[in-house]
């Protein structure tokens, strides 16, 4: 018993002594709501209502508002977004692309000046302009 009593104070004590932890707010790794997941400096940081967008990397998806079911992941891809259905993959992959839906790039800067483009499909490291 006294054992148990000397165990219950000293976990009393740090508990007083120990420092606060405190959430992070908005939370790391996802936990956004309408299945959003966002992980990097400015990653979807304008979203209002979009769902199901995930963006890894700093400025990825920063201008997305409303658009739902894209993916970005690398340094500004998907910056300038305001469409649907894009997946982007590399830095600056699809960065210009503003109304374009369903296209896809892989590789860094693939599509990158791509605005009214849709369906397009990309797997290439350098600059390319479609309309």
Known sequence: MQTTSALLITLAL???FLPKTQAVSPPPDGG?????TAEGQNALLSLTTGGFNTAVGLLSLRSNIINSFNTAIGAGTLLANNADENTAI???ALLSNTTGNSNTAN???ALFSN???NSNR???A????HR
């Open 14 to 16: 740090l508990c007083l």
């Open 32 to 36: 956004y709501p309408g299945g959003n």
């Open 90 to 92: 590399g830095a600056g």
């Open 107 to 109: 590789g860094a800067f």
């Open 115 to 117: 605005t009214p483009g």
């Open 122 to 124: 990309c797997k290439c």
């Open 126 to 129: 350098v600059k390319q302009h």
